[in-house]
């Protein structure tokens, strides 16, 4: 404020008038060069407290009385402008003269230049309001909690509902930096995500697709809600796809398909080559064809080939599982909130432990769960035994599960450096095995992230509760068509033979209740009684296999079999025990669920740590990492600032 004399900042002052009384006040402020300090110009009692939603809206709207002039620019604190696109301002608002059929703007858009990429997409918010229009009419912000999060886009539904006019001009441009950080993007595009998911929701987007013509219809679908509903299709359809070839083969309906008809193998590539065009072509379309609009034919082919050098269909395929679960979760439940993304230093290495909790529900257990499918059907499916049609079938599906456990560390600065690998392991242990306590944070304690991680489940209703016991049934597929292809059923389909299996389910959990009851009662002081319960439980259990082994047809191979089937199945009881969370919290079945599910992260981290590992292990793969990150200079300093850190997990 004492470098620009035009300045003005507007803040909401709280001042507390005794001990649960309070007056809130919007205040404009400036910088006095006689006085040499701040004054206040204005200032306006408010009825209550501000805050309704989040805090962007009720900034913007509190600060709309103090503007003057017919026009106001809303525009972000990233975005670069220049003096020579500040002279042809002018130009722009002479647009709020002109009549675009029988009504004058509201609102004129304005472009952006990305400068962080090539790819030029309109964010919305340099845009240009109609001051005297909106100001009757809420502000430019639709602020309440919760419902509102993109609080730009509901100024366009809000303009247009109330018969405004939005329209777009190309008069100037202005510079926006964008997020290029993995774990930063992946923030943005779940607050994106989920505050599509509520616009869904909305009243207003129930009342544009009401009133819309057919044309307009179409852009308002494409440019809003429609890209993520067509996101979760995608996802959806992969899903669909696979659980039904796995019902097809554990049922052996599948093998009886064979039997009367060959044809298997030119259904297996067209599949294929249907997922490869849908998925691959079609997607990357526009993106092609805008680039050719803004640089021409031949440059947007290139650029289209050297992003798919540098891994970007791995970073797209991850994306779009980012967007389909926000999106997805906040249909189902609600609950979108703002993430702040940070904007850091993008080339810091982020450890695993943090990758783990960004990632773990989003991605790598739904990877997980997508390739314990590919393996159950490639162990039982009789198409499954011709590799070429079982790689010509799952290729595409292989690919997404790969992209979605392994992008977080391909597009991690020294992802696959050995040391910072173990040292990151070494945190994640302490992370999943930290106790902590009531004010500890989620980064330090896995307990308390993983309450956090349920926070959706608490506030949801009866059919969000109901709707995600549905689908956690789907765990019990694996155990009912697994069970039914063991060696020591004899091929019975009786559905007693799925019922006697839960035996194997309840001893699993009776192994391990009076395990974790040794060791809280036992291990710090009787330590002898602790080894002593340790021993007979693994001697029981051993003494069990080997006469199952000797005196039934039950082979090693159910034993692997029933691994796959049955811990799906206890990850299945985890989930529905968390949507039943308040009446189990209060019972000592609570401690149980909680226990067994670090064991579950636990596990399920071991399973995306082992390919990090054997990469890191090899040599020459993190200089070839380097190198497709970033350019050849820069590929030098790091070299050399990974040998002045040395052991510095940063």
Known sequence: MKNNEALRVAYVDEVHLGRDEAEYYSVLVK?????????????????????????????????????RGDAVQTIDMNQDNSFEEALKMRNLLEEFKV????????????????????????????????????????GVSKASRLINISEDIFAGFNCTLRGGNVTHHEYIQVGKGRDVGLNQISMFEAKVASGNGEQILSRDVYRLGHRLDFFRMLSFYYTTVGFFFNTM????????????????????????????????????????????IQIGLFTALPMVVENSLEHGFLPAVWDFLTMQLQLASVFYTFSMGTRAHFFGRTILHGG??????????????????????????????????????????AAHSPMAQDSFVYLAMTL???????????????????????????????????????KGGVFTKAEHSWETWWYEEQDHLRTTGLWGKLLEIILDLRYFMFQYGV?????????????SVYLLSWIYMIAVMGIYVVMMYAQERFAAKEHIKYRLTQLVVISMTVLVLTLLLDFTSFTLLDLVSSMLAFVP???????????????????????????????YDLLFGVIVMAPVALLSWLPGFQAMQTRILFNEAFSRGLQISRILSGKKTN
């Open 233 to 276: 299709v995608v996802v959806l359809t992969v899903y669909s796809f696979l659980w039904g070839r796995l019902y097809l083969a554990l049922s052996g309906i599948e093998g009886y398909a064979m039997e009367t008809s060959k044809n298997n193998k030119a259904f297996g590539v067209i599949l294929n080559q249907q997922f490869f």
């Open 99 to 138: 009549h675009y059929g029988i009504r004058r703007p509201t609102i004129l858009g304005v472009r952006e230049n990305i400068f962080t990429g090539s790819i030029r997409m309109h964010y919305g918010h340099p845009d240009v309001f109609d001051r005297f229009w909106f100001m009757p009419r809420g």
């Open 396 to 434: 595409s599906s292989w690919f997404l599960v790969l992209s979605w456990i392994m992008a977080p560390f391909v597009f991690n600065p020294s992802g696959f450096d050995w040391l910072k690998t173990v040292y990151d392991f070494e945190d994640f242990l302490n992370w999943i095995w930290y």
């Open 569 to 599: 199945t206890g990850w299945g009881l985890i989930s529905i025990a968390l949507v039943l969370r308040p009446f189990l919290e209060s019972t000592v079945v609570w401690d149980t669920v909680v226990s067994l599910a670090r064991i």
């Open 31 to 67: 910088y006095d060069q006689e006085q040499q300090r701040e004054v206040e110009v204005y200032r306006v009692r408010l009825p209550g407290p501000l805050k309704l939603g989040e805090g962007k809206p009720e900034n913007q709207n509190h600060a709309f009385i103090f503007t």
């Open 483 to 495: 069970v039914y292809q063991l060696n020591i059923t004899g091929g019975k389909t009786s559905i």
């Open 336 to 377: 979108a909130k703002y993430r702040a993304t940070g904007r850091g230093f993008v080339v810091q290495h982020k450890s695993f432990a943090e990758n783990y909790r960004l990632y773990s529900r989003s991605h790598f257990v739904k990877a997980i769960e997508l390739g314990v499918i590919l393996i159950v059907y």
